[in-house]
């Protein structure tokens, strides 16, 4: 069998999006400095964060429809020469001494509806171009590039910042160019023949809710994920506040979301490994039972960034996990239902964790943050004990079976 490296498809999407999701890390903390500098409230900054992270929210069950019914090249293509406009014009107004509050909005709300539909028509397309059985090594690739990205972008977007505040979003400009360039490259067609489309838009969402919610195997995992992403978003929040209530400097801080950036990136670069020794019933039924475990050690430390050690040592599965689940389900999902059926995915998976930072302040507040990680570490309890009982998990096919290679 061909390795991954040898497929010229799949590398020209890995790496042309190495250099997108740089820029978008980039951008990241570029713009929240951006707000700071131009409004001098920090409130303000986080308000046009969360806007744009519920802005992907709203826009996750569009985008999965749009990406089984439009051209994805034309979209993907579509999406980066919005964001590659975008960006470059309020690079020119930031040099300029024009950027305004709306403006910066009005880019944050661009990047994050094209964000949200690229993304989903990206995944989408991993089936086109990747044989079946090499799925899950695929995605094992695609997340390191994730966590790698999301450790190097920051720290080098606040070193642009510091040289000249336009200079990040020149680089994220660039970096949707090399985006544009590496699918515009790509050969083979990133959809297969679809069948005719006769009803509107909210049956076609209606088909992939009925297909991942008539899917044992999908249930399953939504009523696993939920949970999980929920509680370790939320042990990391409350980390986070209460080193900060304590007065440690920034920089400490800081090292929490380092810590487990890399125990991911970690885990990204072993999932291959661990998945051709384990499973996807042992990797998801460690990864729920690890967690929980090393939650409650992690609230035992709150008073230190060690506490991020243990939350960091269980996430080190979570890639290998991520990398069998969605080949699984590329595998077992006809390819003109791909994007509605990650977007349902995605969004149950994530709507909970959206709710984290909100309640892990109130656990902290009411009761203690050792008691809030503790809490956190009981709502993984029930993904693991799903992920040990539930017969679709137990009882999963090899993906050989699902889906000509």
């Known amino acids: 069998m061909s390795t991954l490296w040898r497929n010229r498809e799949f590398t020209l999407l890995w790496t042309s ?20 500098e131009v409004t001098h409230s920090a409130v303000m900054a986080g308000t046009v964060g969360t806007a744009a992270q519920l802005t ?42 024009h950027a305004g509050l709306a ?14 539909l690229f993304n989903t028509t990206e995944h989408a397309a991993l089936r086109s171009i990747v044989p079946a059985t090499q799925l899950p090594a ?60 006769r009803a509107g838009r909210g049956s076609a969402l209606l088909e992939g809710l009925r297909f991942v919610f008539g899917s044992p195997f999908l249930r399953s995992v939504l009523i696993i994920a939920a949970p999980l992403n929920f509680a370790l978003y939320g042990a990391i929040f409350t980390i986070i506040i209460t080193l900060q209530s304590r007065d440690v400097a920034p920089g400490v801080i ?33 990864l729920c039972w690890a967690a929980t475990l090393l939650l409650m050690v992690s609230a035992l430390l709150t008073t230190s960034v060690a506490a991020a050690a243990p939350i960091a040592l269980a996430i080190f599965v979570g890639p290998a996990c991520n990398a069998a689940l969605f080949g ?25 964790a959206a709710a984290a930072p909100f309640l892990a302040g109130v656990f902290v507040t009411a009761f203690s943050p050792a008691a809030g990680i503790l809490l956190f570490a009981a709502a993984v309890s029930a993904s693991a004990l799903t992920a040990t009982f539930a017969p679709a998990i137990r009882d999963m096919r090899p993906i050989e079976e699902l889906a000509p290679a």
Not at 27 to 34: C, K, M, N, Q
Not at 64 to 82: E, K, S, Y
Not at 269 to 279: C, F, H, T, V
Not at 340 to 345: D, Q
């Open 17 to 36: 999006q190495c250099l997108s999701d740089l820029g978008g890390a980039i951008a990241t903390l570029a713009i929240p400095l951006l707000v700071l």
């Open 56 to 97: 992907k929210l709203v826009c996750r069950l569009p985008s999965g429809v749009l990406a089984d019914q439009l051209n994805r090249r034309r979209a993907m293509l579509t999406c980066d020469a919005i964001r590659l406009i975008a960006f470059l014009l309020l690079a020119v107004a930031v040099a300029g001494g």
């Open 103 to 116: 403006w910066i909005v009005i880019v944050a709300l661009i990047d994050a509806v094209c964000g949200s």
């Open 138 to 197: 695929a995605v094992a690739r695609n997340e390191a590039r994730s966590y790698g990205t999301s450790l190097v972008g920051p720290p080098l977007g606040g070193l642009l910042f510091g040289i000249t505040s336009a200079l990040p979003f020149v680089g994220n400009a660039l970096s949707y160019l090399a985006s544009l360039v590496g699918i515009a490259l790509i050969r083979k067609p990133l959809q297969s023949d679809r069948p005719p489309r």
């Open 254 to 286: 800081g090292l929490t979301e380092t810590i487990v950036g890399a125990g991911g990136l970690i885990g990204a670069l072993a999932a291959p490994a661990l998945q051709r020794r384990l499973s996807f019933a042992v990797l998801i039924r460690a």
């Open 328 to 352: 699984y389900q590329a595998a077992m999902t006809p390819d003109h239902l791909q994007g509605r059926v990650l977007s349902v995915i995605f969004l149950v998976a994530m709507s909970a």
